[in-house]
């Protein structure tokens, strides 16, 4: 059971503060709505007309893509840390590269193999900005938890 509410609880800190940094940055930067926000995670799954078209109901496919998403990145990291116990002891460290890790695959691996297609890479504020939350928003948060749920 402790595997299991260190995937969940991991999932959901890391999912939360993620989400919450994208509606404040993208927000901000791009004056971008919630809505726009989710629907443009619904997009790799269904499209981008498809989610632009779909208003809340596409919104909230995205949601629930967002949170899948954060959870399958803090099962892969739970069970790593159950077979490399050093991962859960040096959470800080092993968090950072893996939310540099997971800002990797996600930007040239998942992206470019979803419905949106291959993408440019972010650069300049958008660049930090993602690196930033994957790093100390995703990465870290799930080890964090994941040592604290550790045996």
């Not at 509606?23 to 269904?46: D, P, R």
């Not at 995703?138 to 040592?147: D, E, K, S």
Request: glycine share 12%; aromatic share 14%; proline share 4%.
């Amino acid at each position: 059971m402790r595997l299991v509410w260190a995937t969940l609880l991991g999932g959901l800190f890391a999912g939360a503060l993620d989400i919450i940094f994208a509606f404040v940055f993208y927000g901000l930067t791009l004056g971008a709505s919630e809505m726009q926000i989710l629907q443009s995670v619904a997009a790799g799954l269904i499209g981008r007309e498809e989610a632009r078209a779909g208003g809340w109901g596409s919104a909230l496919i995205g949601l629930g893509c967002h949170f899948f998403i954060a959870t399958a990145m803090a099962a892969v990291f739970v069970v790593a840390a159950r077979l490399v116990p050093l991962l859960v002891k040096r959470a800080w460290i092993f968090g950072i590269l893996y939310g540099f890790a997971l800002y990797a695959v996600m930007t040239y691996v998942v992206v470019p193999a979803s419905a949106l297609g291959p993408r440019p890479a972010p650069e300049g504020l958008q660049l930090w900005g993602a690196l930033f939350t994957h790093v100390f928003f995703v990465g870290v948060p799930i080890a964090l938890v994941a040592r604290r749920f550790s045996a």
